[in-house]
């Protein structure tokens, strides 16, 4: 992965250079968002409302026995909005849209179709990398957002239906309310839009150096795939790290 | 050389001069010299893994050499922008049409990136030239329903959109029955008589060679063996050129 580094690089540099071309690629961008809403909405609310649930089941009884009872709403509220949906949205946009854009690209780039690009004058920047990078970079963040609203409501439904918790729906939501600022989750938003940029270059770039027919494509996607989750926790870390300050 | 140079018909020259080109320290391309006329269709031959798509590739601007140069007209193909003078066109062996877009889209595809035709114009422009090549029908069709043949003749259309001095063909013939052979075969004459575009095709189909070409350049193991008319071709006295003409599956008994 790493030996490769240097040409995602590239690959996003060129992609920022042709970011003037936005509006002439819009209905490209329009049909990728659409994709990506589609493909992964569904998943979105069921993993965000299973993930709050976890995280409620998990902390809440060891806080109510502790009398903190009143944390719960603010730390599965914290854990979600900050970690756990940017990362986890990320890491299931990476599978989900990521492998789709490497096999696609894949497959034009092996069965000659971005060389019919070039040979038209056509840059397979403009015309296949920008419209899906730019629509995976503000799909992401949506889905973060509404992925953290299911998620709180998934932990405030268990908190208020688990008996060893019993803490209504307006007392976990006042709680959150207490502990969760608009910048925590404006931190998750932002976080969730590096690792767009990530699983978009990362993925386009496996699709342009696909090589070696079908058995290529599917050795790209599982790279796609790979290489986004782990550059994901990685500057998953460095993010945090730089946010807290 | 001076023949390439003079344009007529609507066609350009190509000069190939010294061409060179390694992969991973294997020649591939070993001095490649030839000229093609205006207008003229320009047949090269050869085995497989002789290097013609590699060439092909070279010409369209795919692939950048090791060493020589290839002029247009005279001019030397050195940067996009003397490339972008000359409007050139290849049809893929596979045809490589976009699997995502229908045929109308694929073949008006130049003209709608360019953005230089009002969609108007694009849909009447690419219902001509998908009836040029017998497929008025199959406009809203996917690349997917189509078979080998009616995909290049799609890529043919494609090409004929951007109104080119040079299209290049590599193996148009390959996975096709031979009728419709005999289709892309018609189809490359039938360009030269109404555009008289100038035509590089690469194949290793004998019948089409020595039915369309006006001249033959044979290629082995990265090198021209001989230039000619399919005639001068046919009685070439050079033992790899004898062989590859006239190698024939042989049933024993």
Same mark, same amino acid.
């Given at each position: 992965m790493f030996e490769n580094v240097g040409e995602i690089l590239l690959l996003f540099w060129r992609t920022l250079l042709a970011l003037p071309q936005t509006w002439r690629q819009r209905h490209k961008v329009m049909d990728q968002f659409f994709e990506i809403g589609n493909a992964s909405l569904l998943m979105v609310c069921v993993l965000s409302f299973f993930i709050g649930a976890v995280i409620a089941l998990q902390t809440g009884p060891i806080l109510v026995e502790r009398s903190?009872?009143?944390a719960v709403g603010g730390v599965v509220g914290v854990a979600i909005a900050k970690e756990l949906a940017p990362v986890m949205m990320a890491i299931l946009i990476a599978g989900r849209i990521g492998s789709a854009m490497a096999a696609e690209i894949g497959s034009m780039r092996v069965y000659q179709e971005i060389d019919a690009l070039r040979t038209m004058n056509i840059n397979p920047i403009h015309y296949l990398v920008l419209p899906r990078i730019l629509a995976i970079a503000v799909a992401l963040p949506m889905l973060v957002v509404f992925a953290v609203l299911i998620g709180w409501f998934g932990g405030a439904m268990v908190a208020d239906l688990n008996h060893r918790m019993d803490i209504p729906f307006r007392v976990f939501f006042s709680n959150l309310q207490d502990i969760v600022e608009l910048k925590d989750v404006a931190n998750g938003v932002f976080k969730s839009f590096c690792f767009a940029l990530i699983v978009g270059t990362v993925s386009c770039h496996q699709g342009l150096t696909t090589i070696g027919g079908p058995r290529g494509i599917g050795r790209s996607v599982t790279k796609a795939v790979v290489n986004s989750i782990v550059l994901i926790v990685i500057f998953d870390y460095i993010l945090t790290r730089f946010l807290l300050k | 050389m001076n023949d390439a140079n003079h344009n007529f018909a609507g066609g350009v020259g190509l000069l190939v001069r010294g061409l060179r080109k390694s992969f991973d320290g294997q020649e591939v391309l070993r001095g490649i010299d030839f000229a093609v006329r205006p207008g003229e269709v320009f047949v090269i031959m050869g085995p497989s893994g002789s290097g013609k798509s590699v060439l092909l590739k070279h010409l369209i601007g795919l692939e950048e050499p090791d060493a020589g140069e290839i002029l247009i007209n005279g001019d030397p193909i050195t940067t996009p922008e003397i490339a972008a003078k000359y409007r050139m066109a290849l049809v893929f062996q596979s045809g490589? %049409?976009?699997?995502? %877009?229908?045929v109308g889209e694929n073949v008006g595809l130049y003209l709608t990136e360019h953005r230089l035709k009002t969609p108007e114009e694009i849909e009447t422009i690419v219902a001509e030239k998908l009836a040029d090549v017998g @497929?008025?029908?199959? @406009?809203?069709?996917? $690349?997917? +329903? @189509? &078979?080998g043949g009616m995909k290049k003749r799609v890529a043919i259309a494609r090409a004929l959109v951007i109104e080119p001095q040079l299209i290049l063909y590599d +193996? $148009?013939? &390959? +996975?096709?029955d031979p009728v419709s052979a005999v289709i892309i075969g018609s189809e490359i004459l039938d360009l030269k008589r109404r555009i008289g575009v100038t035509s590089l095709v690469v194949s290793h189909d004998r019948d089409l060679a020595f039915g369309v070409a006006d001249r033959i350049a044979v290629m082995a193991e990265g090198r021209i063996l001989t230039i000619g008319t399919p005639a001068e071709v046919r009685n070439f006295n050079d033992p790899q050129v004898q062989e590859f003409l006239h190698a024939e599956f042989k049933r024993e008994n």
């Amino acid at each position: 992965m790493f030996e490769n580094v240097g040409e995602i690089l590239l690959l996003f540099w060129r992609t920022l250079l042709a970011l003037p071309q936005t509006w002439r690629q819009r209905h490209k961008v329009m049909d990728q968002f659409f994709e990506i809403g589609n493909a992964s909405l569904l998943m979105v609310c069921v993993l965000s409302f299973f993930i709050g649930a976890v995280i409620a089941l998990q902390t809440g009884p060891i806080l109510v026995e502790r009398s903190l009872a009143s944390a719960v709403g603010g730390v599965v509220g914290v854990a979600i909005a900050k970690e756990l949906a940017p990362v986890m949205m990320a890491i299931l946009i990476a599978g989900r849209i990521g492998s789709a854009m490497a096999a696609e690209i894949g497959s034009m780039r092996v069965y000659q179709e971005i060389d019919a690009l070039r040979t038209m004058n056509i840059n397979p920047i403009h015309y296949l990398v920008l419209p899906r990078i730019l629509a995976i970079a503000v799909a992401l963040p949506m889905l973060v957002v509404f992925a953290v609203l299911i998620g709180w409501f998934g932990g405030a439904m268990v908190a208020d239906l688990n008996h060893r918790m019993d803490i209504p729906f307006r007392v976990f939501f006042s709680n959150l309310q207490d502990i969760v600022e608009l910048k925590d989750v404006a931190n998750g938003v932002f976080k969730s839009f590096c690792f767009a940029l990530i699983v978009g270059t990362v993925s386009c770039h496996q699709g342009l150096t696909t090589i070696g027919g079908p058995r290529g494509i599917g050795r790209s996607v599982t790279k796609a795939v790979v290489n986004s989750i782990v550059l994901i926790v990685i500057f998953d870390y460095i993010l945090t790290r730089f946010l807290l300050k | 050389m001076n023949d390439a140079n003079h344009n007529f018909a609507g066609g350009v020259g190509l000069l190939v001069r010294g061409l060179r080109k390694s992969f991973d320290g294997q020649e591939v391309l070993r001095g490649i010299d030839f000229a093609v006329r205006p207008g003229e269709v320009f047949v090269i031959m050869g085995p497989s893994g002789s290097g013609k798509s590699v060439l092909l590739k070279h010409l369209i601007g795919l692939e950048e050499p090791d060493a020589g140069e290839i002029l247009i007209n005279g001019d030397p193909i050195t940067t996009p922008e003397i490339a972008a003078k000359y409007r050139m066109a290849l049809v893929f062996q596979s045809g490589a %049409l976009l699997n995502s %877009l229908t045929v109308g889209e694929n073949v008006g595809l130049y003209l709608t990136e360019h953005r230089l035709k009002t969609p108007e114009e694009i849909e009447t422009i690419v219902a001509e030239k998908l009836a040029d090549v017998g @497929l008025k029908d199959a @406009l809203h069709k996917m $690349p997917g +329903e @189509l &078979s080998g043949g009616m995909k290049k003749r799609v890529a043919i259309a494609r090409a004929l959109v951007i109104e080119p001095q040079l299209i290049l063909y590599d +193996e $148009p013939t &390959s +996975e096709l029955d031979p009728v419709s052979a005999v289709i892309i075969g018609s189809e490359i004459l039938d360009l030269k008589r109404r555009i008289g575009v100038t035509s590089l095709v690469v194949s290793h189909d004998r019948d089409l060679a020595f039915g369309v070409a006006d001249r033959i350049a044979v290629m082995a193991e990265g090198r021209i063996l001989t230039i000619g008319t399919p005639a001068e071709v046919r009685n070439f006295n050079d033992p790899q050129v004898q062989e590859f003409l006239h190698a024939e599956f042989k049933r024993e008994n």
